[in-house]
Nanobody
Framework: VQLQAFGGGLVQAGGSLRLSCVAS????????MGWFRQVPGKEREFVAG????????KYGDSVKGRFTISSANAKNTVYLQMNSLKPDDTAVYYC????????????WGQGTKVTVSS
């Protein structure tokens, strides 16, 4: 069972990227999953979350109005569409999933690096 994150890269400020998180080995039904990001020397930050069936999307304050999370449940994939990117969005982005309701995020992907140049 694993998650794989794809789609990072280098983009200019104001540009867009779409990240994908693909689950393999099992399906996760309506369990919550999330995107997080981390910059060296800083705490990991919650970016956005959704249930694998597409319900209950939510966002961190720093990305509201710019990022959109969505689910393609049949493909076992969650997307993070990132628009109006800023240099402060530069980080390694990770996806993770819970495997019980109300539990912690127990399965993590390998991370994909996003760099936003000014």
């Amino acid at each position: 069972v694993q998650l794989q994150a794809f789609g990072g890269g280098l983009v200019q400020a104001g540009g867009s990227l779409r990240l994908s998180c693909v689950a393999s080995g099992r399906t996760f039904g309506s369990y919550p999953m999330g995107w997080f990001r981390q910059v060296p020397g800083k705490e990991r930050e919650f970016v956005a979350g959704i249930r694998w069936n597409g319900a209950a999307p939510k966002y961190g304050d720093s990305v509201k109005g710019r990022f959109t999370i969505s689910s393609a449940n049949a493909k076992n994939t969650v997307y993070l569409q990132m628009n109006s990117l800023k240099p402060d969005d530069t980080a390694v982005y990770y996806c993770a999933t819970q495997t019980t309701y109300g539990g912690s995020y127990t399965i993590w992907g390998q991370g994909t690096k996003v760099t936003v140049s000014s």
